[in-house]
Structures are given as C-alpha cells and as structure tokens.
C-alpha cells in the first residue's frame, strides 16, 4: 500500500510545533493561553496518529510510512522514517497519552506552565521519533534528546530531593546510550558505512563481536527499561518527578528500552541473543520476584508503583528473551497495558498527593468514606495492577507465563509469583489508603474527585477494561511483524 | 644579480593586517580616549577586509610563496576566515566588558589584531622558522593582553605563569625543531616530509626532536600534562580575554598541528599516534575529573578546555583525512560553543561586579527565561547532547577513532564525557532549578543580544544540520593534503 504523505514526520513535529508555540506564550500571565495551546497540541497530536492505525497494513511485517530523505551525507545519516507492527502501537500509546498529561497537569502545575507543557508537547515528538526512526543516529539523536526535556521536569517541578533524582537520572541513562554510539559506530564501520538499521539486521557479525555489540545495547536498553540491578535511578526518578513526569515516565519512557530490544538487540545480535537468553530471563526474572519483595515493603505508595513497574517490566525482558511468539506478543501486550495501568496508577496517586500533599501510606486510610468515586476507580487500576483476568494486566502476563511454560516450568513458575506477590502489594496498599477509620482530619476533609479528574480516569478505565477483554485489535496488527521477527532471530548471522 | 620578488599575492590579507594594525594605533592615537569607537570600527573594518581579501583569493589549488615558507591553500582559508568571524565575535561580546572595566584602550585593539595576525601566519606557514614567528606573535600578545588590567594583582599573577611557561614551551619547540633540523637539514615542511620518506635522516634524533615538538604543542594546546598554565591564566585574565584565549587561537592551534605533525612529519605518525594517545587519555582525564572540582566558572571552562582538547587530538589519532576532518569540525564546533559561553559569563557581569563563581548562575531561568535557555543549548553542546553540534563533532572523531581499530579508546572518551556531562549539568542545574540570589535585571547591548542568540542557536542549527560544517572541514582537508 502506498501512504505519500509525510504521515510519520507530521506526527513527530506537530507536537515539537506547539510546544515552541506554548514556550512562546512565555510567563505565568499566560498560563491558561499555554494550558489551551498545549492541549489543542497533543490532541491534534493524537488525531493525526489515527491514520497510522486505520491505514496499517497487518498482513506485511516490512516497513510501512516510509520516508526517507539525506540527512547529512558526510556519515551517510538519513532522515529515514517508518512502523511496523511494533512500533505503531508505541507511538499510538504515546500520542495518547500525551493529552492526558497534560489535562493532569491542568491545575496542578501553577508555576512556569508555559514550560511544563511545552516540555511535554516536546517530548512527545521525540519519542514518537524513537520509535519512528529507522537510522541509527536519528534513533540516537532523538533518543538522547529525549533526556532533555525530562530532566528539566524532574527538576524544576519535582520533589524536595529532586536535583539529585534528575541528575541520577540522566547520568544512568547517558551512560548507557553512549556504549550504544559506540555499538553504532562500529557497525557503521562494518557495513561499510551505512547508518541504516535495516541494513544493521542483514549484517552478518561473528560472535564475539556480537556480544559485545549485545552488552553495548543492553547497557542503554537494560538503564532505560530498567532491569534489575541498573533499576536504582527509577524509584528516585518517579518519586520525586511531578505527577504528569511519572506518568510519562513510567507509561512511555520505559518503552523506549523495551522497544530497543526487539529493533536492535534481538534482530542484529541474534546468536549473542541465544547464547545469553538464559542470563537475560535470571535478571528478568531476578527483577520480578526481588523486586516484587522491595515492592511489598514500601512505605511511600509512589515508590510502590515505581517497584511494580520495575517488576512489570521484567516480565517484558522475560517474554523477548523466551524467544517464541507468545513471548514476544505478550511482552508487547504487556508494555502497552502497562502504559495504562501505571499512568492510571500514578495519576491516583497524584489525586491524593493534590489535596494532601502527602505520599506516605501511614498517612491515609478510609479514604473511600470521603471520595467513593476515587476508591472505585482506583480500585479498578489496582486489580489490573496485581493481573486480575479481564484487565489488560492478566493478557500480557499470560501470554508471558505461557511462552515460558513451553520453554521451562520454572521459569513459569517463577513468573507466575508476580501474580501473587503483585496482588499482595498493591492490593494491601490499596487496603491501607483507602479502607478502615478515617486515619487524619485532613482525610476528613478529602473531597472526591472533580470532573476532569474523572473524565481522566475514565478514559483510562476503558482502554485497561478493553484490552482486557479483547486484545484482539492490538495483537493482530503486531502478528505478522512478530513472526518475522521470530524467523529472523532464529536464523544464524555468525 | 637579479633580484626576483616574490608573490605577494598568496599573504594579501596578512599584509593587509599588518598596515591596519598601524593604522589603528596612529588613528586611535589622534582619535583619543573620548573617541575609542573610531578603533573599534575600524578594528571590525580590517577583520572584515582581511576576510574579503581571503575569500576573493580562496581557491584549491596550493601556492607556496616567499621560498615556499608560507602557503595558501584550501585549509588555511577557510581556517583564517573562522578565525576572523570569531575575532570579530569576540570584539562584539567583550566591548562593554572592558568599557566598564577602563582597558577599552588603543593597545587593546592592536594587540587583538598582532594577536589575529600571529593565528594567520601559523595558520600559513610552511617553514618551522615562520610556524615559530607566528606562534611568538600570538603568545607575545596574548601575555601583554592577559596583564592589560595592570593594577589587577591576579591579572598580572596569571600574565606572569602564562608568559613563563609558554616561554618554556616554545624553548621545548625551538629545541625539538633544531633537532629535526639536525637530523634532516630542513626545516621547509613539504621537504621534510621527502626527506623523512626516503629514511635518509637518523631516525633517533628525529624522535627525539618529535618528544619536544609535541610536548610544546601540548602546553599551547593546553593538553595534559602541560596543561598547569590554563585554568590559572583563564580565572586571572579577565573575562573578555579569556574568550579570546579560549576561541580562536584553538583555531590557530589546529592549524599548527595540522602543518607540523601532519604535513611536516606524517610519516612519523606511528610514532606520534602514541604520544597522542597518551596526552588525550590524559587531558580528557585530568579536565573533566578536575572540572567538577571547580566553584569557579572560569577555572571550570578550563578544564573543561583541557578535555576538549584530549577529544581533539583523539581526531588526530587515526593520521587520515578521516580524522583530521573530524578534528576541523570538533574545533570548529568548540570553539562555536566557547565563545557562546564565555559570552553568557560576561553576560552576568556587570559594573562592578565579576561573575566568577558557578553560583552566579543560579535561576538564571528566573531572571531572563531567554538567556538561561541559550545557555542550554550551550551546555548541552558542551555536554555532546544530540540534536546540539557539540554531539556531532564527538560522534565524527569517535567515528574515526573507532575506524583506526581504537575500540577501547573510544569507550574511554564516552566515560570520560560521561564524567563531563555532569558539571554541564550542574550549570543547568544552578539555572533552572535554584532560585536566584539577585534579581539585578540582565541588559545586554542590542549587539551582544543579537550575536548571543544567533550563537546559541547556531550551536542548535549546526547539530540539525551538520552537513554543512562537516562537509566544509572535509573539504578543507582533502583539498590541503
């Protein structure tokens, strides 16, 4: 099917557009102008990613909206756009959730609005250029540029410990992406000078090389997902990042590494992929259970989720190292339903730290006597949080458990531990915060929450509910892609 | 007998500077002090004439005059043209600078210009004796410009370490010059270069003469080990002249390397590759662990100076057109981002009061949201942020590490950047997420205004559209070679 139209570089520069637009509107004085600007932005945003799905072609796993153009000729670099089934949905998870950040943002942030939401904006076209770019220093560029916008929000509107959670932040993940330039550069050499990441899955590449290429990779990838033990920066980042900048960071940032994965390690190191799968499903599964452990004993419930996600995440490591389709569908599955449920999460989480300024667990409880809608919704994200059958959560992780199953029992057993040890976290916090007595005057005077919180979570609601119930329009469209990516890893490029 | 003159032509622009100097001082000096701006215009005016001179007679091919001790081709052009846009730059960012500080003086303006005129003559030479005059000319102006502020007790302090170990450097230069002279009875570079080829000279002494060349390159590029002299001089010299000595005498530098090791004595560069390897591992070492020591901004730019030299040589390492290429673009891209940064310095002095210390930069983004973001932009390119130049020109000279065989080299330099990155951040850190401590307003003339913007995005544009750079260092080099 042909698509002429410049489809991908209209989703990538018309958010990049409206954040100049809403940093131009300049200071506090014009923060309702900025507020409406950014909003019209990342909902145009998500209006121009729709033809990327009705227009997608399921039944091909090449490259679709291709566009390419030189960049600069002196290292060969294009301008060289495209999806396929993998990163469609990606950049659709992330233009949607873009106007919810910034509707979160809405009252909440008084200070410096113009460059909250125009950070926000901006980063959303950087990341859909991750996902969209098809050369490896356009993938570079857009994915380092990513930090930017990122540090200044962790900075400036974050928490009391804030300067150190954006430094950590941006140093873990600078430098894994710098081994990765260097990964790069040397497959530029080796293919005889070509920047293009679908010739980098053709090139044949001895093992050692391989592994190394492979460390470099999972360095950048490992610091972005985040895997177990390069998981550290996270719960510092999240904790102290305003609630729009742990949404975004937990339900889209995240993906980055994941998504990194299956474009670059598996495809072009495939037997370095084989031959380290079974340490890359240990960590995984390290991260899951360990990491299931820390989250049960959090006593500040945005660190919890920050944990839970760490914890999710492994089970995405865990489906691509399996190897097999259900594995790699489910993992897939897996990071799209946990872009909903974390940023729902958080989102929750920001509505109690609006009205009581607090994150601590100890300093809630019968929250549901003053907010039932709240304790309803919340009630909802937290079962889909712990796996509950017709979330979304359940399909992903099912999906996971069944490739391990048909590779090692243990391995599923493991596994299946996040079903109970996930339940048992969030589900004693969600007990904590929201039933028993009335725990403060200041719960007392909770009110529940107001229509655009509510219009929030509801959308959100759906999509976890829809998923759950029939993930069929998500998986088909990443099946085809899938497969192929299955017969070319199985393939040997020594 | 005959006598034969020889072709002006190919050095009209360094002739022409040389008469403007003149022309300054006795203008400047009838003009008196109520009517300094007659200097500074015509300063401009010669920079100006100087690059129209250079570009009306840019052309590939390269032509030796004056017994083939100066040459003119490709790389010396577009390198002088660099120099005199960042001289010119440099007038426009220090001019209220020194006004307020009383040195807006006539000696001023021609020791910039004997300085300019010092960067060409390196920049051109093809004989080690008119590579040594032209280096001298520089140094001599740049001690007397570091002590313009006599009565600044630093100031002359750093006037004084500076002048001392660079006169040391070019004593360790002129040694190893003679020693090549010794072993190969040249000191033309292009016949050093044959005779070098046809292995006809003593091999020994010649590396001996190589140890002491490169050791003087190191200390005028302030490369670790000798690299003691600059974080003095940069905190001592005042502001606007440590813009200067940070930008465009890199430049000259370049070319010096580039004439030198590469031109004069490439068939050596198995033996120098390694002393490189040493000096940049070194530099990038010592700069950035030391610049996040550093409570001042200017000693920090120092180091940080030292560790973009480490990178720079990194670009010779490969000794191909590759490589050099690289390097053209990474001095070019640096010396693009000095001379933005050492602006915002100056930017946040004002009458009165030096900004000197980080903490000077604190919420910046509070007082002027505009200045602090150009300041971004600078960082970040310091940093080798993409989609800023500064990224660029590391990734073209980790390319040609890379294609040299030096993987591990290369993955030392991304550590050490890494390190870098973090008092870049710092900076950030002071400006968008402290609260300031004065709210003094920030009131740039409308020339530094314009200059500074223009810098700071063309620092952005460059990295969105580095062909241009790029292909203009590739081009200088293979045109040269």
């Not at chain 1, 009252?107 to 770019?133: C, D, H, P, T, W």
């Not at chain 1, 006593?299 to 594995?327: E, Q, R, W």
């Not at chain 2, 070492?285 to 550093?294: K, R, S």
Request: aromatic fraction near 14%.
């Amino acid at each position: 099917m042909s698509f002429d139209f410049p489809l991908l570089s209209l989703i990538i520069w018309l958010p990049i557009v409206f954040g100049i637009a809403v940093f131009a509107t300049g200071n506090d004085r014009n923060a309702q102008l900025a507020r409406w600007i950014s909003l019209v932005g990342s909902i145009l945003g998500l209006l121009v990613a729709i033809p990327l799905y009705t227009n997608f072609d399921s039944a091909t796993g090449a490259m679709q909206f291709i566009e390419s153009h030189v960049w600069f000729e002196r290292f060969n670099v294009s301008y060289h756009l495209g999806v396929d089934g993998i990163s469609m949905p990606l950049i659709l998870l992330n233009c949607f959730i873009t106007p919810l950040v910034i509707v979160a943002g809405w009252e909440v942030i008084k200070e410096r609005v113009s460059q909250y939401m125009g950070a926000f904006l901006v980063m959303s076209g950087i990341v859909n250029g991750v996902f969209a770019s098809l050369d490896a220093i356009l993938f570079y560029v857009f994915w380092e540029a990513s930090l930017i916008p990122m540090f200044l929000i962790i900075g400036i509107w974050g928490g009391p410990n804030r300067v150190y959670a954006a430094i950590k932040f941006f140093l873990y993940t600078l430098l894994g992406s710098l081994l990765m330039l260097i990964a790069f550069i040397y497959l530029y050499l080796t293919s005889g000078g070509s920047f293009s990441i679908e010739d980098y899955h053709k090139l044949s590449i001895p093992l050692t090389p391989q592994i190394l290429i492979f460390v470099a990779f999972l360095l950048a990838f490992a610091v972005k997902v985040p895997m177990w033990p390069v998981h550290t920066w996270l719960p510092d980042a999240h904790v102290e990042a305003p609630t729009g900048g742990s949404v975004v960071l937990a339900a889209i940032l995240l993906k980055l590494g994941g998504y990194g994965f299956l474009r670059f390690s598996l495809p072009i190191t495939p037997d370095a992929s084989h031959y380290l799968a079974t340490m890359m499903i240990v960590l995984s599964l390290i991260a899951i259970v360990y990491i299931g452990l820390i989250a049960l004993m959090q006593v500040d419930m945005k660190k919890l989720i920050a944990y839970s996600s760490v914890a999710h995440m492994g089970f995405v490591t865990l489906g691509f190292f399996l190897l097999n389709a259900y594995g790699i569908e489910g993992a897939m599955v897996q990071m799209i339903s946990h872009g909903f449920i974390s940023g729902a999460m958080f989102l929750c989480v920001g509505v109690l730290y609006d009205r009581l300024h607090s994150r601590q667990i100890a300093d809630y409880g019968g929250v549901v006597n003053k907010m039932p809608i709240f304790a309803a919704f919340f009630m909802l994200f937290a079962m889909a949080n712990a796996g509950l059958p017709g979330t979304s959560g359940f399909v992903g992780e099912f999906m996971v458990i069944m490739g391990a199953m048909k590779v090692n029992f243990w391995y599923a057993f493991l596994a299946a531990t996040t079903l109970i040890f996930g339940a048992a976290y969030t589900l004693w916090m969600y007990k904590r915060v929201i039933f028993g007595a009335v725990a403060s005057p200041a719960v007392e005077g909770l009110k529940d929450i107001s229509k655009r919180e509510f219009v929030l979570l509801t959308i959100l609601a759906i999509s976890v509910l829809w998923i759950g119930v029939y993930p069929f329009p998500l998986t088909e469209v990443m099946h085809t892609t899938v497969d192929q990516l299955l017969i070319h890893v199985s393939n040997s490029k020594l | 007998m005959n006598f034969i003159p020889p072709d002006f032509t190919p050095a009209s622009s360094e002739i022409f500077m040389l008469i403007m100097v003149c022309v300054v001082m006795l203008a400047d000096l009838t003009a008196g002090d109520s009517r300094r701006y007659v200097a500074y215009l015509l300063t401009q005016t010669t920079l100006l004439g100087c690059a129209l001179l250079t570009f009306i007679s840019f052309s590939t091919e390269i032509t030796h005059t004056f017994n083939g001790m100066y040459v003119d081709d490709a790389m010396a052009d577009i390198l002088k043209l660099m120099v005199y846009g960042t001289v010119s730059a440099v007038l426009v960012y220090s001019h209220s600078y020194i006004s307020d500080r009383g040195m807006l003086k006539g000696e001023f303006f021609s020791l910039i210009l004997f300085a300019t005129l010092g960067m060409m003559v390196m920049i051109s030479a093809s004989h080690f004796l008119t590579l040594y005059i032209g280096l001298e000319l520089l140094s001599l102006s740049l001690y007397a410009l570091v002590a313009l502020r006599r009565e600044s007790l630093v100031a002359t302090e750093a006037a004084m370490k500076f002048f001392v170990l660079g006169a040391l450097a070019s004593g360790f230069l002129l040694y190893g010059m003679s020693m090549v002279y010794g072993a190969t009875g040249t000191l033309h570079v292009s016949q050093l270069a044959q005779i070098i080829q046809s292995e006809a000279s003593s091999k020994e002494v010649l590396v001996v003469g190589l140890v002491f060349i490169v050791a003087g390159i190191s200390f005028k590029l302030s490369a670790a080990p000798f690299h003691m002299w600059a974080p003095d001089v940069y905190q001592g010299a005042p502001t606007a002249i440590t813009l200067f000595i940070g930008s465009a005498p890199k430049l000259a530098a370049f070319g010096f390397v580039m004439r030198l090791l590469v031109e004069g004595m490439g068939e050596m560069s198995a033996d120098w590759q390694g002393m490189l390897i040493i000096l940049a591992v070194m530099s990038m070492a010592v700069g950035n662990i030391a610049a996040i020591a550093q409570t001042n901004i200017k000693r920090m730019l120092a180091y940080s100076t030292i560790s973009h030299m480490g990178f720079l040589l990194l670009g010779f390492i490969s000794a191909d057109s590759n490589g050099y290429s690289s390097a053209l673009f990474y001095v070019i891209a640096y010396v693009l981002m000095t001379l933005g940064t050492f602006a915002m310095v100056m930017l946040l002095c004002r009458s009165g009061f030096e900004a000197e210390n980080i903490n000077d930069f604190k919420g910046l983004s509070k007082r002027n949201s505009w200045y602090a973001f150009i300041a971004l932009l600078l960082m970040l390119s310091l940093a080798g942020i993409p989609p800023m130049i500064g990224f660029y020109a590391k990734l073209s000279v980790l390319q040609a590490v890379v294609n040299a065989g030096y993987v591990w080299l290369a993955v030392v330099a991304v550590l050490f950047s890494l390190i870098g990155a973090f008092y870049y951040l710092r900076i950030i850190k002071l400006m968008y997420f402290d609260e300031p401590e004065t709210d003094e307003p920030i009131t740039p003339n409308s020339d530094v205004r314009i200059l500074l913007s223009a810098n700071g995005f063309a620092v952005l544009a460059f990295g969105i559209f580095p062909q241009a750079l790029m292909g203009l260092s590739l081009y200088a080099i293979q045109n040269s070679m």
